[in-house]
């Protein structure tokens, strides 16, 4: 899955949040806003900047906001344990396009792996507001997460046990390049590489992706 980074100026400084407690979905009550055009209006409304911490489009694209661990300015009351999503378009009215769906279920499906057991709440179960909307999927969009989730980790399993027992010298040659330009590994500039700390599964999954990628 894809994010879009964009560089945002913010009116003043972001804050860190103290902890991670649900992930709540939000929509934009309107179609063709950008990331940008919703920070400019965030920023018109007084805030330091975009509210949400990734905003999914109608076209499949997603868009980071504030940093994932920031506090968000998207729900009342539980800006600072929360992480905000919000989807393009209007679902009092709308229904909701497939490369959407399936953006914003990959998206979910990556905050569970690496927030395990979050809950996914509407921005209407922790405010009055009817948002996201009536036609929202959101018991669609939870199930496919979860099951994405429970499909990652099922993989992860498996690779983990063949390639944590591989040499980074004995990966694809793209996947070493990968690694070692994200700084998890490196070379002694003889072909011999060496872990430069222990990885996280999603890490050592990305670095499988690439593996099989140089065999095909």
Known sequence: MHIHEET??????????????AVILHHAAADGASAQDIHRQHQNNGWS??????YVR??????RGRPEHAVGTH??????????????????HDTMPPAQFAAGAALLANILTRCPGLPLLRHR????????????????????AEMTQE?????AGRWLE?????PPSDWSAEAR?????????????????????????????????????GRA
């Open 125 to 144: 179960d922790v405010c009055q507001t009817a948002c996201p909307g009536q036609h929202f999927p959101f018991e669609a969009l939870k199930e496919e």
């Open 162 to 166: 063949s390639l944590g027992k591989l």
């Open 58 to 63: 109608k076209t499949g694209e997603v868009f």
């Open 177 to 213: 390049s990968w690694a070692e330009a994200a700084g998890l590994i490196q070379g002694d500039g003889a072909g011999n590489y060496q872990y430069k700390r222990p990885l996280t599964r999603e890490e050592y999954v990305a670095m499988e992706y690439r593996r099989q990628e």
């Open 8 to 21: 945002y100026h913010w009116n003043s400084p972001l804050k860190t949040r103290g902890a991670t407690r």
């Open 75 to 92: 729900a009342a009351g539980r800006n600072g344990d929360t992480i905000g999503v919000c989807f393009e378009g209007n679902f009092q």
């Open 151 to 155: 499909r990652f980790n099922e993989m």
């Open 49 to 54: 900047g975009i509210g949400y911490h990734y």
